[in-house]
C-alpha cells in the first residue's frame, strides 16, 4: 500500500514529513533527482522527460500512486502526463492545487465560478520555470477574481539548499524578497511555491515581516492526499515497505537531508 514522493531533489521531503504525521502508518517510498537538480532552469521538454522517468521508478517500487512534490514538475510537465502519458492504473498527482484551494478558501471538487475572496494582493515565490509556465495564475484564475499576483523568481535557492549552502541560500531568499517588494510593497500574503522553501521558511518570514501570511504547501497536500485515500484507496499500490532513494550520491544526499531536516535520513542509490 506505499505511495511515492518525488522531487528533483531534497525539498519534497518537507512534503513526506508532513504525509508521515497526517498519515502514520503508509509505507512512503521518496525518490530524490538529486543528479538532476535543479529542474527549475531546464526547459520544459526536459522536465517532462526526467519527471517521466523518476514516476516509472516508483511505480516499479509499487507505488500506483506518486505526488508530485515539485512544483517545477507540477507546473512545467504534470498536465501533459495527465493527457498523454499516464495508464488508467496509475495516478500522479500535482501539489499547486491544494495550495491554490487553501487560498481561495475552497473544499476539494468546488468547481463554482471564480469568486472573490480575502486576499487580494499575493505574492509568489517559486523557481524559474514554475513562474515561467504561469501554471499559479492559470489554476487561481479558475477559483478567484480580483487578486494581484506578483511572482519572484528565486534564482540559485534550490541549488545553494542541494548544496548544503544554508548561509548562501539565507542570503538569496534575503535579496529575492527584497526585489519582489520593490514591485509590491505590501503583500498580504506569501505562497512558497517551491517544496524546496520550507527548509527557508523561517528566512522568509523575517524577510517579509510578521504581518504576512506564508502559505506552505506541506500540510495542505498532506491533508488533500489523506482525502483523496479515502475517495481512492484502490491507488494505494502493493508496495510494503518505506525507502528514500537518489539518483545522487547517496551518502552526501543522506548528509544534506540530514542538515536541513534535523533528523538522520539514509538515502539509497536508485
Ligand atoms: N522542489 C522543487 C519545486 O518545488 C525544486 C525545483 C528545482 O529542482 O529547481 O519546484
Not at 535543479?38 to 523518476?54: E, M, Q, S, W
Not at 505574492?123 to 524559474?128: G, R, V, Y
Not at 510578521?210 to 500540510?219: D, M, T
Request: aromatic share 8%; proline share 5%.
Amino acid at each position: 500500500m506505499a505511495v511515492g514522493v518525488f522531487d528533483s531533489g531534497i525539498g519534497g521531503l518537507t512534503v513526506l514529513d508532513a504525509i508521515t504525521r497526517r498519515l502514520p502508518d503508509l509505507p512512503l517510498v521518496y525518490l530524490g533527482d538529486n543528479a538532476h537538480a535543479p529542474y527549475g532552469v531546464r526547459t520544459h521538454d526536459d522536465i517532462f522527460n526526467l519527471t517521466c522517468a523518476a514516476v516509472e521508478r516508483l511505480w516499479a517500487e509499487g507505488c500506483d500512486l506518486v505526488i508530485l512534490a515539485c512544483n517545477t514538475a507540477s507546473a512545467a510537465a504534470l498536465k501533459r502526463m495527465q493527457e498523454t502519458w499516464i495508464p488508467a492504473d496509475k495516478r500522479v498527482l500535482g501539489v499547486f492545487v491544494p495550495m491554490i484551494e487553501a487560498l481561495t478558501e475552497r473544499q476539494w471538487g468546488d468547481n463554482s465560478p471564480p469568486r472573490e475572496v480575502a486576499v487580494k494582493h499575493v505574492a509568489l515565490f517559486a523557481t524559474p520555470a514554475t513562474v515561467a509556465s504561469r501554471a499559479f495564475q492559470r489554476e487561481l484564475a479558475f477559483r478567484a477574481i480580483g487578486v494581484d499576483v506578483e511572482a519572484q523568481p528565486c534564482g540559485g535557492v534550490v541549488d545553494a539548499i542541494e548544496q548544503g549552502d544554508e548561509i548562501l541560500a539565507e542570503a538569496l531568499v534575503r535579496s529575492h524578497v527584497e526585489a519582489l517588494k520593490r514591485r509590491m510593497p505590501h503583500p498580504q500574503a506569501a505562497v512558497l511555491g517551491c517544496t524546496h522553501y520550507p527548509l527557508m521558511e523561517s528566512t522568509f518570514q523575517d524577510a517579509l515581516g510578521a504581518g504576512v501570511k506564508v502559505f506552505s504547501q506541506a500540510n495542505l497536500v498532506a491533508e488533500s492526499l489523506a482525502d483523496y485515500l479515502v475517495r481512492r484507496p484502490e491507488f494505494l499500490g502493493k508496495g510494503q515497505e518505506s525507502k528514500f532513494l537518489t539518483t545522487g550520491d547517496p551518502k552526501a544526499v543522506s548528509n544534506k537531508a540530514t542538515q536541513f531536516l534535523r533528523r538522520r535520513i539514509e538515502f539509497q542509490a536508485a
